[in-house]
């Protein structure tokens, strides 16, 4: 495997682990499921890794590790309680 394809999965498994995390921290919206939290890490994972990058520098996407998962898993939050706002529940 080349080092984009390790990046790619560094993200989903990072992603998958902050959603599932971000749906045990979030309470009030279980109708996501496991799946709908894992698959919204995902997206809150690259999201919080791009934002963070901007702000601090550096590459927070790739790599498993305590500072990618703690950056991933406030971006799920955030998703998650962004994605309850537009859906009207209350999180």
């Known amino acids: ?3 984009a394809d390790v990046g790619i999965i560094s993200w989903l498994v990072v992603g998958a682990i902050a959603g599932y995390l971000a749906g045990m921290l979030v309470k ?6 496991v799946i709908g939290h894992i698959v919204l890490g995902i997206v809150g994972a690259l999201v919080g890794g791009f934002i963070a990058g901007q702000i601090f520098g550096g590459d927070f996407t790739t790599g498993v ?5 703690v950056v991933a898993v ?3 939050v955030g998703l998650v ?3 309850g706002m ?3 529940r209350r999180v």
Do not use: N, P
Request: hydrophobic content about 45%.
């Open 28 to 33: 009030g919206d279980e109708s996501l499921g």
């Open 86 to 88: 537009i859906r009207g």
């Open 65 to 69: 590790d305590i500072r990618t998962i």
């Open 74 to 76: 406030i971006g799920a």
């Open 81 to 83: 309680v962004v994605w």
């Open 1 to 3: 495997m080349g080092g």
